[in-house]
């Protein structure tokens, strides 16, 4: 195989509770990536759609999680890459996590698959941390795996792949202005209350242990978020209508997703996403803010072959 | 039924990661509780022998779990209750729960089962209210229900029972000493960093993926307390060596049980507990602190007719 074509899924992190440790794949909202053996050594993005944006690998999350790939293994070859951008950056459902899982996960095809899943995780988060400034996961590791991923820790890095109920659909509607992630990270405290937290990790026992026993039910009562969501909701214009309609209109649970400003809701079932997504959608059309809306099954396949 | 004998179990509450949301339930530690329909009225504590407890209704957690309860119905009759305390008061193994849960067991068989698990709950926690000075149910579910519950939050009481892996064993050294409540409550902060927030949380959903899935040692990894250990042990003479020895032979985890003093250790199969509990005993020896050791399986029934 010299050439692989691949879907690169964009991902929901955090859901609410699960700030900074839970991350899931989506199905119906992906980039498309090109990836080439050649003969010349090195790596080369050769052409990019769909975004502005660099083709110096040392500036580019594809490059230099492909460059931290190559640089661990002896090889004669290289790789030309293209990049298909659907995701648009600073959305909240993983842009650049979608580049850097897809780029690893297709060069490791071609390469016979030298690296495991936890290797190509560890590349992917080279590429992330040149646009998110950290080491984080939880965008690529659903990205790369697919389905509902817990990053447990780091150093090493540790994740596990939760079981999905099988009805689980995403709703996710993207308010198009930018919100930049310092900013939201400007708005979280550095402290926070004891008793705060332990609601907050009273909900993510809760949350994962629906997801295991498929019970929607706690699934919705656990979907809450104390820490982020007070503080950042601000910076999303309309967040409480968008979420309070989702929830009346028989989502399980809503909230912001990543660091926004993309709204996600989840929810039992196409019919229901269905609902929702219209409902969501007319609550934003009533602002002069132009949006996206998706609904998306959960991919528990993650990046794919195409 | 006039009549009805028990076994009161006792549980641990917290399990590091799990702090005030998951406890246990002990199967070789527990008191015992007699219970008896009277033709008269009300509820009268005709015998304590073990601890020295008052017999006043109001000022002992089974007579107000019991009080409670029977406000709640109308009946024409009575109950008098016997308490044989073998959990001593102020262990960190849930000694007030163990009677407290005792207690609303005991009455609903002889009234029938006219309330539910919930109710009960709600019942013993009110009694636990009277030892603890507020409301929790991380010692009084377990004891109740069995098995490994978490309290996803209250208002109303929201309790999930856990998957138990097979395998688990407890062990618990019990340092005869006074640790009050209020002191341990003291040392924790009021507000702690978010990033030691998402640290345990991250380690909560490892060890509730853990339990479902009966990996060992995922749990083993998710076994960790950045919040209120660090705080809390230096109330417990010989914490750190204990653990480690723990650790050392084998133990998938250990911590501090509730509010302590009482240290415990999870263990995968008998014979690994029975060596940790060995090694944990040596570790305390060459104090001069007298101590009691269990060794439990999980106890997945809770209170049980005897």
Redesign the interface.
């Known amino acids: 195989m010299n050439e692989i074509k691949l879907f690169c899924p964009a991902s929901i992190a955090n859901l609410n509770?699960?700030?900074?440790?839970?991350g899931l794949c989506l199905d119906t909202i992906g980039d498309e990536m090109i990836i080439r053996k050649t003969s010349e050594k090195g790596i080369k993005i050769t052409k990019i759609t769909g975004a502005d944006l660099p083709f110096e690998n040392e500036k580019n999350v594809a490059g230099v999680a492909a460059l931290a790939m190559i640089n661990a293994i002896e090889i004669d070859y290289g790789f030309e890459i293209e990049i298909h951008k659907k995701i648009k950056a600073g959305s909240g459902i993983g842009s650049s996590s979608a580049s850097a899982s897809g780029v690893v996960f297709g060069i490791n095809q071609l390469l016979g698959k030298p690296f495991s899943d936890s290797e190509l995780v560890e590349f992917s988060m080279q590429g992330e941390a040149l646009a998110s400034g950290g080491f984080h996961a939880d965008n690529v590791a659903p990205a790369l795996l697919g389905g509902i991923i817990?990053?447990?820790?780091y150093n090493p890095i540790?994740y596990?792949k939760?079981?999905t109920p099988s009805e689980l659909v995403a709703v996710v509607l993207h308010p198009l202005i930018e919100v930049k992630t310092s900013a939201s990270r400007a708005v979280?405290?550095?402290?926070?209350?004891?008793k705060t937290?332990?609601?907050?990790?009273?909900?993510?026992?809760?949350l994962?242990?629906g997801f295991?026993?498929s019970d929607y039910e706690?699934i919705s009562?656990?979907l809450l978020d104390v820490?982020a969501e007070p503080h950042r909701k601000k910076l999303i214009p309309n967040f409480d209508q968008v979420k309070q309609t989702a929830l009346q209109n028989g989502a399980l649970g809503a909230g912001i997703s990543g660091a926004g400003p993309s709204i996600f809701a989840l929810c039992k079932g196409n019919e229901t996403a269905n609902k929702v997504a219209d409902a969501m959608k007319e609550a934003y059309v009533g602002t002069s803010i132009p949006f996206d809306i998706h609904v998306s099954k959960i991919n528990e396949e993650g990046v794919k072959i195409i």
């Open positions: 509770c699960g700030f900074d440790v839970i817990l990053i447990r820790g540790d596990i939760i079981a979280l405290p550095n402290e926070i209350p004891l937290a332990i609601t907050q990790w009273g909900n993510l026992g809760g994962i242990a295991y026993t706690l009562r656990s820490v």
